[in-house]
Structure formats: structure tokens, C-alpha cells
């Protein structure tokens, strides 16, 4: 089966394969081992946050599951399909879209540019005609339209963060990965980018996966997983989430 | 004395074009992938090789068609040698990336490859060399075709290598019997290349003042590929692809861009582009194995002092390069200088270093002391996008 037809408008009849299935990961950095046994679910239209404290390997998986670093023991089923031998490439044209812990915003490229670039994940799908950005992208990020022109290096650390959330939308994924978007940035920004990932997921359906330590941004998700030394210790809807949770994963 | 001076400064960018145009391939792999490839100059001979291969096709035309075949020769040299550079990607490069030594001797050796190919390519050896890259990856996609063999296949692969390089090389020793199959295309000694009769003459402007149309022809060439690679960078859909992808390989690929793909147009375009530049040194001297080493060093120089991974950089240092080694070896410093008693000696050092190859160590001087106050090049990058 070829990527492109693997791949789906974001707006489809539910299938019976939840969006994202990883079973039995182990994965080991040289002799350290960094993720143990996680299993972890997400399904269509939802949005889980993942949880847990500074080195628990909670971006080590998100770097496994878009095919960064990759592991042999374990699956990873996305969309009813092992991605295990894909490359990452591969991957985000299947639909898998990034947002990076340091954003990771091409420096000398312009912010147009690193839009653009975000129409790769299309594949064949891209549009032929002349390349434009579709306004949603300007209603969710709205300082993003005045300096298309500057080079995405010179941004600030919080419009760098909605550069990166808009570019992984530009190829219209399926399943969003957010590694800490609000990680360094200025509290009103945070509720911006908060409110910004709501209406996407209200708008497009997509599923999010996310991995956050702001409290008030993991209460917007409707699952959670606690990391703790590589694997997975607690999970359940986010409406459970009890103070005691909170104390023990989320660095507050 | 205005002729002089014009005179001097058309020289002196016509060096600098010649520099320019050897080095902007270069700029690509080495300035923007980061690739140390010594075999580029090897590249350039390959290009020069398919000039003269069209040339003689040419001639067999007539004295007409003779006048055309640069035309035809320049897009055979880019393709010839940018094929070239795709295999070497594919093969060598390509397993050795984020590692500068090993590029560095690997390549080299490939350099060494590609000169000896040249002294001895003959119909036998081009037989030879065929029937084993027929027999070896014909022989390696029935395998992985017809028998899923597991673990085993490494050996197959093996067994099959073995193989085809036997027949081969007992294939191309038998026919090097044949002495019209075994006699080489082009032997070790350097060949000429004649330009056509519009590149001989010169241009007169006055009756003092005339340019050569060879040199014009190279200024010309050069401008135009480098608006052509311009164009390709900053336009283009792959130029952005490109651009991305050297700056951020990961994120890039995280994004959708097929990297490998990325890296063999790159460096295939680099490769292209020293083809070119071989087909147009070809106007400027003879042909031969060691065309390349010729050059290799300049082509380094123009792209360090310019600034590695700056194009702007590599135009600029060019043409400075070029200016300073044409008023130095043409000993016109010399004669700018007033003649008096007082700077006699800064007469006789101007008039020691006068000659093109001391020229070259002044130059060289000149370059080494510039890098100790900016080792970085002329246009350093800046910021955060530094990368070592």
C-alpha cells in the first residue's frame, strides 16, 4: 500500500482502528533503558495528555511515534497499520503531524516559507497551483499574517511556538503531536495557544496527543497517561484527575 | 592608462569567473550539505572529457557543425557529470554523512578512481565493467525477487558479488586481446579541445583595448549559472526543499520532505554544476587526467574565504581573488607604483612576486593571514543558525 492512499481527508466516516495503538515499546539508548513496556491508546477525535516529570522518556516516545528514533520491540499502529519500518518522512505523509519540544522552526527560512514547507506532509496531495495558506491558519494565529516576510529565526520563543503548531497544520494531519507547546512561553500566549488548540480540534476533528506539565492546559484533555522512569503507571479520564495525580507527575 | 586600468579589471574578473564558475558546484556540496568531496575536480574532468568526446562527434559533421558543439557539450557535461555525482552519493557519500574524515579519504580515493578510469577507460574495460553491474544488480533484484531468502541474503549477495566481478574481469581480460578493443579512448595524455572559430577571436573596443570572446564567454557562463542556481535555490520547490533540509535535517523530515531525495538532487546539482565548469576550462588549456587537481584547491579556497554556506560569499571572494592575483602576476602594481628612490624597495618586492605562480604563494599568504583574523570567511553566518 503506497502512503498517499493510506492517507484520508481528516473528515471521515469513523473507522474501527483507534488513531493511534502502541503496544509493548521497549526502546534503549545504548545500554540505558528508556522506555519500558508502554502501552498507550488514543482514538479518533480525541485528545490525550501525557504526563509524568522531567526525564521520564515522555519526548522520547513522541520522537518514537513520528519515526525519529525507532525501536524494534513494540508496536506502533497508526490508523489500523504498523509504522514500525517507516521513516519519518514517510510517516508525517501519512498523516502524523509534529510539534517539537524547541519548536525547531527552520532559522533562515521565512515564516511564508516554513509554512510552506508544511505542505510537504501532503505528498501527491499538495496542492499543484500556486501555494497559498489557508486563512484558517490566520484566524487561529493572527500574528503569524503580519510577518510572513521576517525569517523564522528572528521570531520570539512564543510566536515561534505558533509558527511550529501552524506549520504540522498546514499538511492537514490526522494525529497532532505536541511535545510542551506552552514550555518557556509568556502566560498570555499560553492561553493563546490553548484556545487555539481547542478549535482545532473542534473544527477538524483531529487527535491529539499531547504532552504538557500546565495543569490548566492538561484539564482540556479528555484522557491522560503518567509516565514514570519509562513507562506508563496511571491513566484515566482527565475528569478523575486527583490532586494527588497532580502532585506526583506534573512539576508544579 | 584608462585602457590599463579597464584592461586590468576585465582580467582580473575573468579570473575570477573562471574561479567562480569551478567553485560554485562546490559552494553547493561543501558550503550547503557540508560534504568535504575532493573528487569534485574529478567531476570537472569528466566534464571536460564529454566536451571532447562531442567535439569529435561533431567534427564528424563537417567544419559547419564544428562552430555548435560547445552548445551541445555544455548540457552533456552537467548531465554526464551530475549522474556521476549521483552514483557517488548513492554509493560512498551517502553511508558517510556527519563524518568529515572518512568523506574526506573516501573521496579522495574516488578522485584517485576516476583519473586512473580516464588513462585506461578502452571498449574491453567499458564491457567488462558493464557485464559486472548487470550480473551484480540484475543478479541482486532476481534474488530478492524470486526466493525470500532471511538472513541468508547477505551471503547470496556476497556469492553473487564474487560472481559477476569474475565473469567480468575474465570478460574484459579476453577481449583486451583484441587490440582495437584494448587500445584506450584517451591514454594518459592530455588532448585538446578547440574552441569554436566566434571564441577565438577577440572583441576590439579600441585600438588598444580588446577582450578575448573566450574569457567574455566564460563571464557570460558563469553569470548565467548563477542566476540559473539563484532561481533553483530561492524559487524553486525543490530550492526550498533544499534549503530546509540543510538547515534542519530531522525537522525536515518530520515535516514530509523525502531527505535522501534531497541530498542526491543536491548533490547531483553540485556535481552538474562542476561538469560545466570543466566543459568551460576547456577553452582555456588542454584536457587531461589531471585536469582536476588543478583546480580543486582554488575551488576550496574561493568557497572557505568567501564563508562556507554563503553563495553571496563565494561570488565575492572570487572576483577579489581573481583582481588581487591579476595586478600582482601581471606586474601592473609594478607600474602603478611611482618609480622614486624612496619605495625602490617595495618596487623590487612588487616586481619579485610578478610572475603567476608567485602571484599564487601571495595570494596564498595573503589568504592565510585573513582567515587568522576571520576564520569564518568573509560572510559568516550569524545567530543561531550557526552550525559547526
Redesign the interface.
Known amino acids: 500500500m503506497t502512503t498517499t492512499a493510506a492517507v484520508q481527508p481528516t473528515k471521515q466516516a469513523p473507522a474501527t482502528a483507534p488513531m493511534l495503538k502502541i503496544s509493548g515499546l521497549n526502546f534503549y539508548y545504548g545500554e540505558s533503558h528508556i522506555l519500558r513496556d508502554v502501552d498507550l491508546t488514543v482514538s479518533r477525535g480525541q485528545m490525550v495528555c501525557l504526563i509524568g516529570r522531567n526525564g521520564v522518556g515522555k519526548t522520547t516516545l513522541l520522537k518514537n511515534i513520528?519515526?525519529?528514533l525507532s525501536s524494534r520491540e513494540g508496536v506502533i499502529n497508526y490508523d489500523g497499520q504498523p509504522i514500525n519500518a517507516f521513516?519519518?518522512?514517510r510517516r508525517?505523509?501519512a498523516g502524523i503531524g509534529?510539534v517539537?519540544q524547541g519548536r525547531?522552526i527552520?532559522?533562515?527560512?521565512s515564516v511564508k516559507?516554513n509554512l510552506?514547507?508544511?505542505l510537504?506532509?501532503?505528498?501527491n496531495r499538495a496542492p499543484k497551483a500556486k501555494k497559498e495558506i489557508p486563512e484558517l491558519i490566520f484566524e487561529l494565529f493572527p500574528v503569524l499574517k503580519t510577518m510572513l516576510s521576517r525569517m523564522g529565526?528572528d521570531l520570539s520563543g512564543g510566536q515561534q511556538q505558533q509558527l511550529s503548531i501552524a506549520?504540522?497544520l498546514m499538511?492537514q494531519p490526522q494525529l497532532l503531536l505536541l511535545d510542551e507547546p506552552t514550555e518557556g512561553i509568556q502566560p498570555s500566549i499560553i492561553l493563546d495557544i490553548e484556545n487555539a488548540v481547542r478549535r482545532i480540534i473542534e473544527t477538524t476533528g483531529i487527535s491529539v496527543l499531547l504532552v504538557e506539565q500546565h495543569l490548566h492546559f492538561v484539564r482540556q484533555a479528555d484522557y491522560y497517561y503518567a509516565m514514570q522512569k519509562g513507562g506508563i503507571v496511571a491513566s484515566g479520564s482527565t475528569d478523575q484527575l486527583s490532586n494527588d495525580v497532580i502532585q506526583e507527575f506534573l512539576a508544579v | 592608462m584608462l585602457d590599463g586600468l579597464i584592461n586590468g579589471i576585465f582580467n582580473g574578473i575573468s579570473i575570477g569567473a573562471v574561479l567562480l564558475i569551478v567553485a560554485l558546484g562546490l559552494a553547493i556540496v561543501f558550503g550547503l550539505m557540508g560534504v568535504i568531496n575532493l573528487a569534485h575536480g574529478e567531476l570537472m574532468m569528466l566534464g571536460a572529457y564529454t566536451t571532447y568526446v562531442v567535439q569529435n562527434g561533431f567534427k564528424s559533421f563537417g567544419d559547419g557543425a564544428q562552430d555548435f558543439y560547445i552548445l551541445a557539450a555544455l548540457p552533456l557535461s552537467f548531465l554526464v557529470a551530475a549522474l556521476v555525482g549521483l552514483a557517488l552519493e548513492r554509493s560512498v557519500i551517502r553511508l558517510l554523512y556527519g563524518r568529515p574524515l572518512e568523506t574526506l579519504l573516501a573521496t579522495w580515493g574516488v578522485s584517485l578512481i576516476l583519473q586512473q578510469f580516464v588513462r585506461s577507460v578502452s571498449w574491453a574495460m567499458t564491457f567488462g565493467l558493464l557485464v559486472v553491474c548487470l550480473l551484480l544488480f540484475g543478479g541482486r533484484a532476481a534474488l530478492s525477487k524470486l526466493a525470500n531468502l532471511g538472513p541468508r541474503q547477505k551471503l547470496a549477495n556476497f556469492v553473487v558479488l564474487v560472481l559477476s566481478a569474475g565473469i567480468g574481469v575474465t570478460l574484459g581480460r579476453s577481449l583486451n586481446g583484441n587490440d582495437a578493443l584494448a587500445k584506450p579512448w584517451f591514454s594518459a595524455r592530455n588532448v585538446d579541445v578547440t574552441a569554436p572559430s566566434w571564441l577565438q577571436d577577440s572583441i576590439s573596443v579600441t585600438d588598444t583595448l580588446s577582450f578575448p570572446a573566450a574569457r567574455l564567454f566564460i563571464i557570460a557562463l558563469t553569470i548565467i549559472c548563477l542566476v540559473g542556481t539563484f532561481w533553483f535555490l530561492n524559487k524553486s520547490a525543490w530550492g526550498l526543499r533544499i534549503r530546509a533540509v540543510t538547515q534542519n535535517r530531522d525537522m525536515s523530515a518530520c515535516l514530509g520532505i523525502p531527505t535522501k531525495r534531497v541530498d542526491a538532487l543536491t548533490f547531483a546539482l553540485g556535481s552538474g554544476l562542476a561538469g560545466i565548469a570543466g566543459c568551460a576550462v576547456t577553452l582555456l588549456g588542454s584536457v587531461g587526467p589531471n585536469l582536476g587537481s588543478n583546480y580543486i584547491v582554488d575551488a576550496f579556497m574561493v568557497v572557505v574565504v568567501g564563508g562556507v554556506g554563503k553563495l553571496v560569499g563565494s561570488i565575492v571572494a572570487a572576483l577579489i581573488i581573481g583582481i588581487v592575483s591579476y595586478i600582482l602576476g601581471s606586474g601592473t602594481l609594478v607600474l602603478m607604483l611611482p618609480s622614486s628612490e624612496a619605495i625602490q624597495p617595495l618596487i623590487d618586492t612588487a616586481t619579485f612576486f610578478a610572475t603567476t605562480s608567485m602571484a599564487k604563494v601571495l595570494v596564498f599568504a595573503l589568504i592565510i593571514a585573513f582567515l587568522q583574523v576571520k576564520p569564518a570567511g568573509l560572510f559568516p553566518q550569524k545567530g543561531r543558525s550557526v552550525e559547526v
Request: aromatic letters at 4%.
Open positions: 513520528i519515526g525519529l521513516t519519518a518522512d508525517a505523509r509534529y517539537p525547531e527552520i532559522p533562515r527560512l516559507e510552506l514547507i508544511g510537504e506532509a501532503l505528498g529565526g506549520r504540522a499538511g
